[in-house]
């Protein structure tokens, strides 16, 4: 009875420790789940053109869209409608669109965001010194046409995933995440050995090219809200890139 007095608390203890634990894990299982059908029914919703999408965005952790503006160092700032300034994407190539915080992050769209077959080490340091002004930044490329794609994520100019390809892989660094995985994308190694311009290489550097908007969904935001007539007529903010950051 003396043993039973005396071992019961840390026994009581173990329980309630082991009972957390397994509720932790459940939870975190849950979580995972909620990811993956988040994306679905995000592509399941919409299910727009690639095209409809712009070819380069940023992703932002803000909910102050003048904030990230003004830490980019954009000039000539004004406000503007979602609408207009997604159908004047491609009048000024010196001029990006900062849009209005969806769920926890800004949205920067234009086309003086690199692209990663131009220069991918120009593309890196314009990443990092964004990510050094902006905190956590993702970065999102996927052009249909050439199958160029490319994703990544920085926080505070740390690299914690990043892949490019266009026509070889360019950029490979860090583990492949969960949402690369359950969404099905594939990431060549470098200098992988098979053959240029064979069906199953295009086919599948054309799935990661579709299934990027998914990726972002699950990561943070797919563009493709600002469709949604809701979000149309809400302010961002446009501006222009005063130096390109090479």
């Known amino acids: 009875m003396t043993m039973l007095l005396i ?23 849950q979580l995972r789940l909620d990811e993956i059908t988040f994306a679905r029914s995000v592509r399941q919703r919409w299910s727009p053109s690639i095209f409809s999408r712009p070819r380069t965005w940023l992703a932002v952790r803000s909910r102050n869209p003048e904030d990230v503006a003004r830490s980019m160092g954009l000039g000539e700032l004004h406000p503007c409608a979602c609408a207009e300034a997604m159908a004047d994407a491609d009048a000024d190539a010196e001029r990006l669109f900062v849009s209005p915080s969806v769920n926890g992050w800004v949205v920067v769209t234009g086309r003086q965001l690199p692209g990663p077959g131009e220069d991918i080490d120009a593309c890196y340091r314009f990443l990092a010194n964004m990510s050094e002004r902006l905190g956590h930044v993702q970065y999102f490329h996927g052009n249909p046409a050439l199958g160029h794609h490319a994703w990544a ?12 390809w266009t026509g070889e892989t360019t950029w490979s660094q860090g583990k492949p995440t969960l949402a690369e995985e359950k969404t099905g994308m594939r990431c060549f190694d470098y200098l ?4 240029d311009g064979s069906y199953q290489q295009w086919e599948t ?21 600002f ?9 961002g903010w446009v501006g222009r890139l005063a130096k390109f950051h090479r």
């Open 7 to 29: 071992l019961g608390p840390f026994v009581f203890v173990w329980a309630v420790a082991g009972l957390f634990y397994a509720l932790g894990r459940r939870r975190s299982r």
């Open 153 to 164: 994520k920085l926080i505070d100019r740390q690299v914690t995933r990043a892949y490019a």
């Open 192 to 195: 992988e050995d098979g053959e």
């Open 205 to 225: 550097v054309g799935a990661n090219v579709d299934r990027l908007p998914v990726l972002a969904s699950i990561w943070s935001v797919d563009p493709v809200v």
């Open 227 to 235: 469709e949604d007539p809701a979000m149309r007529m809400k302010p």
